[in-house]
């Protein structure tokens, strides 16, 4: 049986966290199903930070350019490395590389592909992965052929190790097609507010139904001490800024409470936010996904709810 | 610039999944099926793009039974062609030969560029752009807000967690996965639909079924929330009152 | 403009007097179509928009237009502003105007906005122009039936807490005398469902031979047909007609005067032709069959839906049922009948709330609701599914709260009748 090969991201110190959190899982089911652990990293110092790692082999592309993302490059390296060590399972985080990566190099190399992947066990002889599909409404249990697959994994699916070891890394390189260049990096405006400083956030989503009532969840916010925040749809919209969202693709929060109105909960939101401390959410759906991680709920309008509540706020 | 925009519908998440818990099966045909609203954002960057330098667009389906409709939006919408790939297939039809099928098509045609959503809610087995991309050897970019036709390729945005975002230059032909426009979808009128479902003609390609790896999903289930969130109920002013007392119980409120 | 240019003869002559200097001078006749009229054209030549250009700027329309008492708009400002070059296919004013009819009473040209605004209306979605909220009902009508967005699946589930068997058509399997058609706010709304909960009970009671379309029943769709969207209209019209063709009915009721309006002049242009009544005319004609047993000892006024009275001429039913009601004082407020206020739902108003904050002082419906406290009234009778939501909003945002209660005429009725247990008063 071929490796589990994971493939680690880098991020502004490092790897990421959701490219760490594959490491103790790749371990365990390279231990258990008596293969290895390889982690690909890229970039000058992916040698280095591979060398450190809980795993039991590293692959460093070094090209000095590939220290940030770029599709064709990546694609490239990895579609080489893979047909070079023919992994059993390549582990990828559901990021912006993931969806690039994962779906690109699997159709490349002919394998499956499970998106959205959520778990992976070990039953027998089989290995199961669970994905989260329909918005998060359904899990689908998928047994995995012998010949192995790509898998992209929800961040947040598993802990981080912080063990470390002493692998063996070797170094290799790719040719950079000039058929894609990074022209520059834009880093997002950051407002007049830091959402993942603050220790309340009232977030709005689709519900909001139109800029008009922003104000509504402003005044709230501000009743209580808070800061409003919104889903993907809101900055889609362009009602609010980027920098207000939480999800996959904005800001991952952790306040102490965390007011959903009218957030449905899709994966990628709750991706950013399940940690907060408290959650309530006010959605006119009661069996909106947002209310499998909220601790409390509410049907009632949050239209009619967020006046009602400032009120209260301001009236103590 | 040709651009293709790949589009699909996807099961209706106003309407409960129809899932057979017994046998763990998605019952496809009795679902009520969308527009996958990524494809949307697609076409509306499309359509963007022919406004803003020129271009021919071509939505394109695969007839699972239900594209006429996405098609002669796509149409009433702007777009200059919509072509039907047809052939055996219903509603479970899986990414992976939804994405086959539609390489099989795109290998033949000299589009310059491959527009589709970067995901769609039943992407199990891969999202469209990157499969396709893959498939065909074509570079691609998922999670992409905006596309301008520049010199002989094209400038992209692409967007990264916490909102970071790379300017990327890329020559054609390319493969992208749009996460948003740049601006939100345009209506089509029904009356605009349905005058061109009158005129205008979709152009049927019929399509071989083509042998692609696969995933056998054993069952689907429902998440066992870890704990639903306990409901508050009554009217707004119960239901506000017993908020501030949770808030107050966990000294959230300010003294 | 040129400036007009006196004419004036030392002695003139007329009819034997002689007038002399200043006494006979008069005034050229000037043109003054100096105006660049090229806006005002492109608009009245767009087909249904033409009596625009009959407005002779006499200004009754503004004197009883509800919109103006709350802002800036009136038919004679529109013809205004448009002769002055500003199109209403770009200007708010063109998503104002809730179709109320309410100028075409008064109008002595007969410039006729019921006709004018889904004209023009029609062409601002078709480039664009449309508010986002109004799409998006749009949207969800021609997607799910309904311009909530709330599954097409679900639209008899409130059949289920009527508490009384509720035929439905297709599992009925035979002919009836009364075709229920629901709509959408009385199938899904929760005040809705709870007023059609209650003409279900009084149908039951009256042992009324009836049955509704159940899912099958789509939105009449006659306020997106004022909103601008007839090709969604015209869809939905040909799928209520083919549902309805296939069962045997004497006749259809409506709840929803909206739809009643949609039934009596338009259904038939599709071929969809069915004596219809609003539930008021039926039921009005049935008095002698109800049995009242519960006072309702208030103070109630009437508020009169637009679709039901301005444009379809029927004042007296809705009293008649009214009147009937044993112990109740009815005080007709100074807008009543044919001078009628507007709720602001009408035209597409019930999904332009948003859109229209920013160009009013305050809500139609707030205003409404403020002239029923003036007159003491203890109830707002309303039977336009629209108005019940509406008004309670307007209740608690105007501080009236505890003061007015919103009801259907139906849940007075089976209140009434002891069919239901308690009538939800404000305080």
């Known amino acids: 049986m071929g490796p589990i090969l994971m493939v680690m991201e880098n991020g502004e110190a490092g790897f990421t966290d959701s490219s760490k959190e594959l490491v103790a899982k790749a371990r365990e089911l390279a231990d258990t199903l008596g293969t290895s652990s390889v982690a690909v990293g890229f970039g000058p110092d992916a040698e280095s930070h591979l060398r450190h790692l809980p795993v039991d082999r590293g ?78 409404k359904l899990m689908a249990e998928i047994a995995l052929p012998e010949s192995g697959a790509v898998i992209t994994v929800v961040p947040g699916a598993w802990s981080i190790d912080t063990g470390s070891g002493d692998p063996e890394v070797s170094v290799t390189s790719v040719e950079i097609s000039q058929a894609m260049n990074i022209l520059q990096t834009i880093e997002p405006e ?94 006119t759906d009661e069996n909106a996904s947002i209310m499998d991680i909220a601790h409390y709920g509410t049907t009632v309008d949050m239209l009619e709810l967020m006046p009602a509540l400032t009120e209260r706020l301001r009236g103590e | 610039m040709r651009i293709a925009v790949l589009m699909k519908s996807v099961p209706d998440l106003v309407e409960d999944i129809a899932l057979d818990e017994d046998s763990g099966q998605v019952l496809f045909d009795e679902m009520t099926y969308v527009p996958s609203e990524w494809d949307d954002q697609a076409l509306e960057e499309a359509l963007l793009i022919k406004e803003e330098s020129g271009a021919e667009v071509t939505a394109v389906t695969v007839d699972t039974g239900d594209s006429d409709n996405i098609l002669f939006t796509a149409l009433a919408k702007g777009a200059d062609h919509a072509v039907k790939l047809v052939g055996d297939y219903d509603p479970s039809l899986t990414n992976r030969r939804r994405a086959q099928i539609f390489a099989d098509y795109l290998r033949d045609q000299a589009f310059d560029l491959v527009l589709s959503g970067v995901q769609a809610i039943d992407d199990i087995d891969g999202q469209v752009p990157g499969l396709v991309a893959g498939i065909m050897g074509w570079p691609h970019a998922s999670v992409v807000t905006e596309v301008h036709s520049k010199d002989k390729g094209v400038v992209l945005r692409q967007e990264y967690a916490g909102g970071l975002v790379a300017e990327i230059e890329a020559s054609t032909p390319l493969v992208i996965g749009i996460q948003a426009a740049r601006k939100p979808p345009r209506y089509a009128s029904i009356a605009k639909v349905r005058q061109v479902a009158k005129t205008q003609q979709i152009e049927e390609v019929e399509a071989e079924s083509p042998d692609v790896p696969t995933l056998a999903v054993r069952r689907f289930y429902k998440p066992v929330a870890s704990g639903h969130a306990e409901m508050i109920d009554g009217d707004v002013e119960e239901v506000a009152s017993r908020i501030i007392e949770i808030l107050q119980e966990r000294n959230l409120l300010r003294r | 403009m040129q400036k007009a240019k006196a004419i004036e003869l030392d002695v003139a002559v007329v009819d034997g007097v002689e007038l002399k200097g200043s006494w006979n001078r008069m005034f050229e006749p000037r043109a003054i179509s100096e105006y660049d009229l090229s806006v005002l054209e492109e608009i009245t030549a767009i087909p249904g928009a033409e009596s625009l250009g009959y407005c002779y700027q006499c200004g009754k329309c503004t004197g009883v237009c509800p919109v103006d008492t709350v802002g800036d708009y009136s038919p004679r400002k529109i013809f205004r502003r448009t002769q002055l070059g500003i199109s209403l296919i770009d200007s708010p004013d063109l998503w104002l105007c809730t179709t109320c009819r309410n100028c075409l009473r008064v109008c002595p040209k007969e410039v006729n906005m019921i006709d004018i605004m889904p004209a023009v209306r029609e062409q601002a979605v078709l480039e664009g122009k449309a508010p986002e909220e109004l799409l998006t009902a749009f949207e969800n009508t021609a997607r799910y039936g309904n311009p909530i967005g709330e599954s097409p699946r679900k639209r008899v589930e409130w059949t289920k807490s009527a508490g009384v068997p509720i035929p439905i058509m297709s599992q009925k399997k035979a002919p009836v005398d009364v075709l229920w058609f629901v709509e959408c706010y009385p199938s899904y709304h929760p005040r809705g469902k709870q007023a059609s909960a209650a003409l279900a009970r009084i149908f039951d009671a009256l042992h009324i ?190 501080g009236n709260a505890g003061k007015l209660a919103v009801m259907d005429i139906a849940e007075l009725l089976a209140y009434s009748m002891g069919l239901v247990d308690s009538l939800a008063m404000a305080n």
């Open chain 3, 209 to 398: 031979d009836f049955g509704i379309l159940g899912n099958e029943e789509k939105c009449a769709g006659d306020s997106q047909r004022m909103a601008g969207e007839h090709g969604l209209f015209e869809m939905l019209a040909e799928h209520n007609i083919k549902m309805l063709s296939k069962y045997s009915f004497n006749q259809i009721v409506v709840t929803d005067p909206h739809a009643y309006n949609a039934f009596l002049h338009e259904y038939p242009k599709y071929g969809g032709e069915w004596p219809v009544q609003h539930y008021t005319q039926y039921l009005s004609e049935h008095l002698g069959d109800i049995q009242f047993t519960r006072e309702i000892p208030y103070r109630v006024t009437f508020h009169d839906p637009c679709y039901l009275g301005r444009h379809n001429g029927e004042y007296e039913a809705p009293r008649r049922l009214l009147n009937a009601l044993p112990g109740m004082e009815l005080v007709e407020m100074g807008h009543c009948r044919e001078t009628s206020y507007c709720c602001g739902g009408g035209g597409g108003g019930m999904w332009l709330d948003s859109f229209t904050r920013d160009y009013a002082s305050e809500r139609l419906s707030e205003r409404r609701v403020r002239e029923a406290v003036e007159y003491e009234a203890e109830i707002l009778a309303v039977t336009c599914p629209y108005e019940v939501p509406r008004f309670e909003d307007a209740v608690k945002s105007t």
């Open chain 1, 190 to 283: 950051k407002g007049d507010v830091d959402i993942t400083k603050a220790d309340i956030l009232i977030s709005v989503g689709r519900g909001i139904e139109s800029p008009d009532n922003l104000p509504m969840a402003e005044e709230l916010a501000e009743a209580i001490g808070g800061v409003v925040s919104c889903s993907r749809p809101v900055v889609d919209a362009g009602w609010l800024p980027k920098a207000r969202q939480v999800g996959k693709s904005g800001q991952t929060v952790k306040p102490k409470l965390y007011m959903a109105f009218g957030i449905s909960g899709a994966p990628e939101h709750q991706q950013g936010m399940r940690d907060a401390d408290l959650i309530i959410a006010v959605n």
């Open chain 1, 59 to 136: 692959i460093a592309v070094s090209n000095p350019e590939l220290s940030q993302y770029n599709p064709l490059a990546y694609e490239k390296a990895l579609s080489k490395i893979l047909e070079d060590n023919q992994p059993f399972l390549t582990l990828i985080p559901n990021t912006t590389m993931g969806m690039d990566l994962g779906a690109g190099v699997a159709a490349r190399r002919s394998l499956p592909l499970v998106a959205y992947c959520s778990e992976l066990t070990v039953e027998g002889r089989d290995v199961v992965a669970t994905s989260q599909v329909f918005a998060g």
